[in-house]
């Protein structure tokens, strides 16, 4: 079986039925860009509007860099039909001792509420307990981003709790809900 480290330095492409979920390139700045740059697709994520393309270059070069360091990757969601990056979805860490994950995710506003991160995230769930094989993988919102826990349960996660002042964001103290899917959840089998 492969391992984790095999997985991530090799980041495999994921098909859903509208999107293509495929390693980052540099190719990919000028859309990633278009919706980096935007403040409402920042306010709830520990990144700041991108000001410039290359912002958005030198994240995509700390991705690619990710990939040949087989560190936990992130993934482009590119539409299946125009091959247009509309967002990214990947993993913020994994803790092999725990076969344990935590998933983090944006998309460009003009595509939000209609079902794409949801069938994004079902991939990556299944990705990390077929794939990665995991036990359990957890996602945080920022309580007043009630969108983004709406997604987490319609891919399967449950609510854990609330984590108050969990984190320092954009000037603030923030509350974050914790959710989590683990594999008995959707398994038969450990
Ligand atoms: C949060 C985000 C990922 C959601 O992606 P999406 O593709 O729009 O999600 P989906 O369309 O799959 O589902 C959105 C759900 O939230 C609901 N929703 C939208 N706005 C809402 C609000 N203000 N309050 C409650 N629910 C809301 C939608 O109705 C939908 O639920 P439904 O299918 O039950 O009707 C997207 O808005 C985004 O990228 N935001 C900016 C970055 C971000 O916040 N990332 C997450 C950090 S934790």
Known sequence: MQTYLDVFSHLPTLLTSRLTLRPVRMSDAEDMYEYSRDPEVARHVLWDAHTSIHQTRNYIR????QYRNAAPGTFAIALRDSGK???TIGFMWLQMDNRSAE???SLGRRYWNQGY???ALQAIVEFGFTRLNLNRIEAQHECDNPASGRV??????????TLRQRIFNKGRFVDVDLYAIVRSDVMRRP
């Open 117 to 119: 991160m949801t069938e």
């Open 152 to 161: 987490m349960l319609k891919a399967g996660m449950q609510r854990e709790g």
């Open 103 to 105: 998933v983090g995710y």
């Open 62 to 65: 700390y991705l690619i860099r």
């Open 85 to 87: 990056v509309i967002g």
